[in-house]
């Protein structure tokens, strides 16, 4: 089948091709794209292309199709490259690594939650309740993350706006028995400022958009978006999501991973609370700062379980040390405003960091026959954000393009440096292949 599709539509596998120039390249992905071929192998590499649009290449007879097959025995899918990861994996009991990269908007977050679901589905429950319980979480856990590190951008209307790093742990017979999540890098300007065009995280929206009438009030909160600043640019726009819908998702999700429903209500009260900091504005009388609506600081306060005092303080004075004395030194207008922003970035940053944390502590390996033999092999998933060049660009572009240049020249040195260096040992004739 993977011949004639080959001879069908181009080359299934790049390695395939007479000649390899760009617009030979370009010419085989695109008529393998508009055939409906969205995935094509480079050797052991697979080039993924979005459509922008679901296909029905993900269900259960696909699955079924790659289950157990070798790599090059089926048309050209990402279930494959899951399946020899797997495999691999399994025959010889040594962790393995997927790396997903691309552009911003290139469909790595979709890529990953396939691979996952793919692992999900091969792996044999053998009637134990723990791996089922394992594998439901592991799936779960995706759109909480998506919906407290996710936005809408000018390219992706799922945008990743942080890094993802998943582990799967697997006992001696290949079973999943837990996993852990590194999270690097959450876009936490974005939720004091987006680009014309985008939103700020999902999280904000959905609540706004989704919670009950009883809830937004215990809030302080109203359902019209445009009445917060912080995310008054994005209120307006059009897209494909239904943020009602995805509240009620995302607050069964976290139910199901685990959490406790007091926790999920301080999560809300804090996305509250930085709603309501967005509202905030100083005024100057005379030499002194002073917040315009002291209501709104109560409202904080309350939210946030602290005193109006403390809030107060933390908004219109920074400590500073001068030798053995420390003082709080008040702010100007401007630095109070900027203190508001930062206040409400590091909240956002350290909610985001909590919710990874507690669905680690629910998918961690628990004590099961993973540590009895002293077999736990992992594979790994990495999905980190693509690269993107903005009108204006932050230090936080500046990290997701270096890191995205260091992961290529991984990519680079893995693929090209090492194969040519052990052509070379085998004294094995071939044509350099030059690269930077």
């Known amino acids: 089948m993977a011949e004639q599709e080959s001879l069908e539509f181009g080359k299934a596998d790049f390695v395939l091709m007479d000649t390899v120039s760009m617009p030979e390249f370009m010419a085989n992905l695109r008529l393998r794209f508009e055939k409906g071929r969205i995935y094509t192998f480079i050797g ?30 089926r048309p050209p899918h990402l279930f494959a490259i899951a399946d020899a990861a797997y495999k691999a994996m399994k025959r010889r009991s040594k962790d393995t690594c997927i790396v ?70 697997f006992d001696f017979k290949g079973d999943p028995v837990g996993g852990h999540i590194n999270n690097y890098l959450l876009e936490k300007s974005r939720v004091i400022v987006q680009q014309p065009g985008e939103r700020s995280f999902h999280s904000f929206y959905q609540l706004l958009q989704g919670g009950s009438d009883q809830m937004l009030r215990s809030l302080h909160l109203q359902k019209s978006l445009s009445s917060y600043s912080y995310i008054h640019v994005g209120a307006q726009l059009k897209s494909s999501i239904n943020d009602a819908a995805e509240f ?40 002194t700062t002073l917040i315009e609506d002291g209501k709104l600081v109560s409202v904080i306060a309350e939210l946030l379980s602290t005193k109006t005092d403390m809030v107060e303080k933390a908004l219109l004075y920074r400590t500073v040390a001068t030798g053995r004395d420390i003082i709080d030194k008040q702010h100007t207008e401007q630095e109070a405003s900027y203190g508001r922003d930062a206040f409400a970035k590091a909240i956002y940053e350290r909610l985001f960091c909590w919710i990874v944390s507690r669905i680690n502590d629910i998918i961690e390996v628990k004590n099961s026959d993973t540590t009895i033999h002293g077999k736990n092999t992992v594979i790994g998933v990495l999905d980190i954000y693509g690269f993107e060049i903005f009108d204006n660009n932050s230090f936080e572009q500046f990290c997701i393009n270096y890191c995205n240049e260091k992961l290529q020249q991984l990519f680079i040195q893995l693929v090209l440096k090492q194969e040519q260096e052990e052509y070379q040992r085998e004294g094995i004739p071939w044509k350099h292949v030059g690269f930077l």
């Open 248 to 287: 009620k998702v995302v607050a069964d999700a976290m139910k199901v991973i685990g959490f406790k429903p007091e926790e999920i209500q301080t999560a809300y009260k804090i996305l509250a609370a930085i709603l309501h900091l967005g509202n905030l504005k100083f005024v100057v009388d005379g030499d």
């Open 44 to 73: 052991e590499v697979v080039v993924s292309v979005n459509p922008y649009k679901s296909l029905n290449i993900y269900g259960r007879d696909t699955v079924e199709q790659y289950k157990g097959r070798e790599l090059y025995e």
């Open 100 to 169: 997903i990269s691309g552009e911003s908007g290139a469909g790595k977050t979709e890529a990953s939650k396939y691979i996952m679901q793919y692992i999900a589905a091969i792996t044999n429950p053998s009637q134990r309740a723990e791996i089922e319980r394992v594998k439901n979480m592991l799936l779960k856990s995706n759109c909480v993350l998506e919906a407290f590190g996710n936005a809408k951008t000018n390219r992706n209307d799922n945008s990743s706006r942080f890094g993802k790093y998943m582990d799967i742990n």
